[in-house]
Nanobody, 115 residues
């Protein structure tokens, strides 16, 4: 059974940085796509960043230039480096991975940006 586990969330001050990670287990196959979504209270879940293969990336407009996605395909891990965090980045961040037509989600990690 495929499982995704996020880690690294927490409380950070505005302008600060944070790096979150996602580790996949339960499969020996390589995910075609790995990425991050987030959901703030009262809002819909939105794309933060995704990586297709090892090179192609896609970012949500609100995080372009501040966030960077990377992955270690050999370990089925994906990372999100978040810089210059702002209050509006506060949300639960979810890891998502795809193999063929199958999609998998993690349980999420809370990121709170506050003084």
């Amino acid at each position: 059974q495929v499982q995704l586990a996020e880690s690294g969330g927490g409380l950070v001050q505005p302008g600060g940085s944070l790096r979150i990670s996602c580790t996949a287990s339960g499969t020996r196959f390589r995910f075609s796509t790995m990425g991050w979504y987030r959901q703030a209270p009262g809002k819909e879940r939105e794309l933060v960043a995704a990586m297709i293969g090892d090179r192609m990336t896609n970012y949500g407009d609100s995080v372009k230039g501040r966030f960077t996605i990377s992955r270690d395909s050999t370990k089925n891990m994906v990372f999100l480096q978040m810089n210059n965090l702002q209050h509006e980045d506060t949300a639960v961040y979810y890891c998502k991975a795809r193999i063929g037509s199958n999609e998998f989600w993690g349980q999420g990690t809370q990121v709170t940006v506050s003084l």
